[in-house]
C-alpha cells in the first residue's frame, strides 16, 4: 500500500492524481491532502478518500506544507500545485527520505541548486510534468554520457501558425483556450507564448544534469509525443502516448510498476496520429530564445525569469499588456535586474521577489507592451 500525500490536490495536475487515486484504492492510501485555500473541493476529496488531515495554504502558510511532507505515515508525496510556496516543503521531504512526485517548474527553476543535492537515490525524485516524465522514462537503463541532446515536445499552443502580427491581437479569452491540455490560467497562458516549455528547458537542465546544449524543444502537433533522447550513436529514443496528465502521475506514482492511470482513460489509436516535428520559430515566439539566454547566465537568472512572467501573464489577464508584452517584459525585467548569483535558498527566493517588484514597475513605464 503506498501512502500518499498531495500538495495542489485542487488543481488540474492534482485532479489528475486523485483520479488514479480513486481507480486503484486497493494500491493507494491517501493520508493528506493540501491546496491554496479551504474550498468545496478540498472538503469534497478529504471525505471521498477519508482523508483525516487537510491543510490550506491561506490558513496555514507553508509550515502546514512542511507538516505534510514530514508527516511519518506519509511515504510519498506528490507537488502538483504552481508557484513557489511549496519549495521549502519539497526540501523537507527528500531530506526526510520521501518519494518524491513532482509537478511543480518552480522548484526545480528557483531552487534547483539546492534541490537536486538533496537526492539521495535516482527513483526518488519522479517529474510529473508529461515532458519530463518522458525524459526520465527513457533515461532508464541509459548511460546518461552517451546522451547527445534531450527534446521537449510542445504542441505549438492555439497560435502556432499566427503570424507575429496576429500575435499581437491575441486577447486573454483566446489564450485561455488550449487546442490539447485543460490546465490552469497561468499554465495556459505559459503554454500559449512558449515561455511555458522555456521554462521547462530551464528545469529539464537541473533536473537531469545537462549542458545548455544538450537540452531542447520541439513542436509537435497533437502532443502524442512527449519527450525523445538523441543517443552519441544517431539513434533517437522517444516516449508516446495519449496526452492525459493521468499516465505521467500513475507511473510516478507505482514506478517501476505500470497499472492503467483510471477505467476512462483512452488507449492510443495509431492511425490517427500523424507523427511529425517542426522547429520553434522563436521570432514569433521569443520566451524560448529568452529562457536559452537564462540557461547560460544561470546565476540569479532563472529565479528573475519566473518573478516576472508571474507578473507578466496577470498584467495580461488584467488588461494592462498586450500578448507579445508578456515576453517583452519578461526580458526587459531580466535586463534590468543587475542581481548576483544567490548563495542560498533564500537568497533565491529574494531574487524572486525583486523580479516581481522590478516587472510591476517597468510594465508603469514602457508604453509598448501595451
Known amino acids: 500500500m503506498i501512502n500518499l500525500g498531495v500538495i495542489g490536490a485542487t488543481g488540474s495536475v492534482g485532479s489528475s492524481v486523485m483520479s488514479v487515486c480513486e481507480a486503484w484504492p486497493d494500491k493507494i492510501c491517501v493520508k493528506a491532502l493540501a491546496a491554496n485555500k479551504c474550498s468545496r473541493k478540498l472538503m469534497q476529496l478529504a471525505e471521498k478518500f477519508r482523508v483525516n488531515k487537510i491543510f490550506a495554504y491561506e490558513q496555514s502558510g507553508s509550515e502546514g506544507l512542511e507538516e505534510l511532507a514530514l508527516d511519518p505515515e506519509i511515504d510519498h508525496v506528490v507537488f502538483s500545485s504552481s508557484g513557489t510556496a511549496a519549495i521549502k516543503a519539497l526540501c523537507k521531504a527528500l531530506e526526510a527520505g520521501k518519494t518524491i512526485s513532482l509537478a511543480n517548474k518552480e522548484s526545480i527553476v528557483v531552487a534547483g541548486k539546492w534541490v537536486m543535492p538533496l537526492i539521495k537515490h535516482s527513483e526518488q525524485l519522479r517529474p510529473v510534468d508529461s515532458e519530463h516524465n518522458a525524459i526520465w522514462q527513457c533515461l532508464h537503463g541509459e548511460n546518461k554520457s552517451f546522451v547527445n541532446k534531450i527534446f521537449l515536445t510542445a504542441s505549438g499552443g492555439p497560435f502556432r501558425n499566427f503570424s507575429y502580427e496576429q500575435l499581437k491581437t491575441v486577447t486573454p479569452q483566446m489564450a485561455l483556450n488550449h487546442p490539447v491540455w485543460n490546465m490552469g490560467a497561468k499554465i495556459t497562458i505559459d ?30 502537433p497533437g502532443s502524442f509525443v512527449h519527450g525523445l533522447i538523441e543517443f552519441a550513436d544517431g539513434s533517437v529514443k522517444m516516449l508516446a502516448a495519449e496526452p492525459d496528465m493521468k499516465l505521467p502521475a500513475a507511473s510516478c506514482i507505482f514506478w517501476p510498476e505500470r497499472f492503467f492511470p483510471s477505467p476512462e482513460f483512452k488507449k492510443p489509436v495509431y492511425n490517427l496520429h500523424d507523427i511529425k516535428f517542426e522547429f520553434i520559430d522563436t521570432q514569433r515566439f521569443p520566451a524560448v530564445r529568452i529562457a536559452r539566454e537564462v540557461m547560460k547566465v544561470k546565476g540569479a537568472a532563472p529565479a528573475v525569469l519566473v518573478g516576472a512572467d508571474e507578473v507578466a501573464v496577470n498584467l495580461f489577464l488584467e488588461g494592462r499588456i498586450s500578448f507579445t508584452g508578456i515576453s517583452a517584459l519578461v526580458e526587459e525585467t531580466l535586463n534590468s535586474c543587475d542581481l548576483s548569483e544567490p548563495k542560498s535558498l533564500d537568497e533565491a527566493l529574494e531574487c524572486l521577489d525583486h523580479a516581481r517588484s522590478k516587472a510591476r514597475e517597468l510594465a508603469g513605464k514602457i508604453k509598448s507592451l501595451s
Open 191 to 220: 503554454s500559449a507564448t512558449l515561455m511555458n516549455k522555456g521554462i521547462e528547458l530551464i528545469e529539464a537542465m537541473f533536473l537531469f544534469g545537462l549542458e545548455p546544449s544538450q537540452v531542447d524543444a520541439l513542436i509537435s
